[in-house]
């Protein structure tokens, strides 16, 4: 334990006095362990579609079925100390195998994942790891990137046998392929600083059927992209894709010239699609898709023992109200992207000033990015309202639900006039005799819409799943042009915002990579 570098006490997870149980013997480390043509593992989307879909459709399917589906989940004991609260702060380590198991030789062929087959692949390793900060409450999520070349510190272990293993500095996805999952968490702590609470991990089969499940995910391509290395063929613009092209997709490095750097913000943009489908309405009102995720979910996934039953159905509960918006991405702050390590080569480190004030701020349970809490709109007839989301940023669609001629033409120069961006000419709604202004606007906008919320204080808001971005303001012949906004300054990007000044994006972003 003496090898361990020390934390700062801030910093320190548990503090200085817990010992580690012996793990099983693990491969020799390798730094790197590519496993397949494509490289890269995946599991990357699982914290969309077990901590948000899987638990959201627990509340829908109910207790009974709900026990039926957690026993078929396969449970490890690698988490110490004491479970938390279920309401309180959360730290969830998400990992992406290249476990074949489950695998036939064909989808082994078809999924382009290497020669390797489910027995002969020369144990799990994990390229592919998300820290998930779940926040008080559950109202919100972050999840960070942690580049599967880091070079950072693994801790000493003691494996079966009794040998010792001292602490020693190497890439980040070493530590699973030596110590399996036990010694994986206890890199990440030491690195972050943060206490991990849960763990989840899936393969190729369990990623594949629970994308399958969904009825495919959507993507979108800058342009048409052909890589023979993951089997990936990709048009340009917007595709939708099914569990094995969906495979590739996330697992492919070598469309990309920033390598891992470049995939990891795709896989990003694909979770944030895949949460956008599931939190469809045509997915959480269709019992069968539900049923058929979570039956694919809790069969795929390894998870701790600490995460029980009751856990995820107090989750389900929770979680309920979660939105696209409120799930935030980035990837932990860097300082050299082709760092040449002594004894594993090309390797990433984390930027040693940004990075500790990232972690410190997810270890005090601060918002990121557009997780900002948006200040209340003052009294309705004041001049100057509180947002956190400019209107250069909404994009609106005005239609007329009255009877007054021109009122939609009147009511979109005036937004526009105010920085809003005009989607096309107002049109006439489907209803008339509107008299109150309605707002209708998709709940993976629900930062925003308080813009308008603010804007419009006498207007009525109406949630409209799986509209999109634009947001459509329909007036009624009580319509009052909108009010000027204030948008506070913690939503451009301050440090309380985004501390070590991360870039974010948000699952309700629509994101096109090469």
Not at 18 to 44: D, I, M
């Amino acid at each position: 334990m003496s090898e361990t570098p020390a934390l700062p006490p801030e910093l320190n997870p548990r503090g200085s006095g817990r010992s580690r149980q012996p793990r099983s013997p693990r491969p020799a480390r390798s730094g790197s362990g590519t496993g397949g043509q494509g490289g890269g593992r995946l599991g990357v989307f699982i914290v969309s579609g077990v901590a948000a879909v899987a638990v959201l459709a627990y509340s829908v399917v109910g207790t009974g079925l709900a026990n039926y589906f957690t026993s078929k989940a396969h449970v490890i004991d690698v988490i110490g100390g004491t479970a938390p609260s279920v309401s309180a702060a959360q730290n969830w380590l998400i990992v992406g195998s290249d476990s074949r198991a489950g695998l036939t030789p064909l989808q082994i062929s078809q999924m382009h994942v290497g020669a390797a087959t489910a027995t002969n692949a020369g144990g799990r390793r994990t390229d592919t790891m998300i820290l998930m900060h779940l926040y008080a409450g559950q109202s919100k999520a972050t999840l960070i990137s942690l580049p599967r070349d880091s070079y950072v510190t693994i801790p000493a272990y003691i494996d079966s046998s009794g040998v010792h293993h001292a602490a020693e500095k190497n890439k980040i996805n070493a530590a699973y392929g030596e110590g399996g999952p036990k010694l994986a968490i206890e890199t990440v702590e030491l690195a972050t600083g943060l206490h991990i609470d849960h763990y989840i991990e899936i393969g190729f089969d369990g990623f594949v059927k629970m994308v399958d499940a969904l009825g495919g995910v959507n993507v979108c391509a800058t342009k048409a992209v052909s890589d023979p290395k993951s089997g990936l063929n990709l048009k340009a613009g917007t595709t939708s894709l099914n569990g094995i092209e969906a495979l590739k997709y996330v697992r492919a490095r070598y469309i990309d010239p920033t390598a891992d750097l470049g995939r990891m913000k795709r896989q990003q943009a694909f979770i944030g699609s895949m949460l956008r489908k599931a939190l469809s309405s045509q997915t959480l009102f269709n019992p069968l898709k539900i049923s058929s995720f979570l039956n694919a979910a809790m069969s795929s996934v390894v998870m701790d023992s600490q995460l029980t039953r009751d856990d995820l159905l107090h989750l389900a509960l929770s979680t309920h109200g979660l939105s696209a918006s409120q799930v935030v991405f980035a990837t932990v702050p860097l300082s050299n992207v082709n760092y040449m390590s002594p004894n594993a080569g090309s390797s990433v480190l984390w930027d040693p000033v940004n990075a500790p004030k990232l972690f410190a701020a997810l270890k005090a349970d601060q918002p990121i990015g557009s997780q900002v809490a948006t200040p209340a709109a003052t009294a309705s007839h004041a001049p100057t309202v509180s947002a956190s989301v400019a209107p250069s940023a909404i994009t609106v669609q005005v239609l007329n639900g009255s009877t007054v001629s021109g009122l939609g033409g009147r009511a979109t120069a005036d937004l526009t006039r105010l920085g809003y961006v005009s989607a096309g000419p107002a049109g006439n709604a489907q209803v008339t005799g509107v008299t109150q202004t309605i707002i209708k606007y998709d709940p993976g906008w629900n930062v925003s819409v308080k813009t308008l919320e603010a804007a419009f204080p006498d207007a009525r808001l109406q949630a409209s799943p799986g509209q999109g971005k634009v947001f459509q303001i329909i007036v009624g012949t009580g319509y009052k042009a909108p009010q000027a906004v204030t948008i506070s300054p913690s939503a451009s990007g301050s440090s309380t915002s985004n501390p070590g000044g991360v870039q974010t994006t948000s699952a309700a972003d629509v994101v096109c990579q090469v």
